[in-house]
């Protein structure tokens, strides 16, 4: 009995230092993206779900929603990771994602795009965007 208490032990102890190191990684703000990484990001955040602003430097409205994304990562922080990818650097990933319009919005759960958004937002839409999703993985 005591070897099965210290296994347990020792599985939540990694889980503690993975979750640890996910925070280290993304937690309260917008983690910058690229092509080499995306899939790895994706994994690695595993059951918590991550917010994807597709954008470009040349897009205004991307610019414009940059500082509330920012906030909102540091409010949401322990339910759900935010990040950004420039599609200008990965084409194929925003291809992969049928990305056509930016700025545009993907929440991946379990490595998989479960909710979408296009356009520029104001806080009250992107809030309520977060919250439905967030609502729905309660159900998952």
Known sequence: MSDDLEALKAKKMQELQKMAALQQEFGGKVKELTASDFNEALRKVGDTP???DFWAEWCAPCRAVAPIIEKLAKEYNG????AKL???????IAQMFSIRSIPTYIIFYRGRPLVQ??????EKKFRQFIES???KLEVL
């Open 50 to 52: 991550l917010f994807v």
């Open 79 to 82: 339910k759900m990771f935010f």
């Open 86 to 92: 420039n599609v200008d650097f990965a084409p194929r």
């Open 117 to 122: 958004a296009i356009g520029a937002m104001p």
């Open 133 to 135: 999703t967030l609502k």
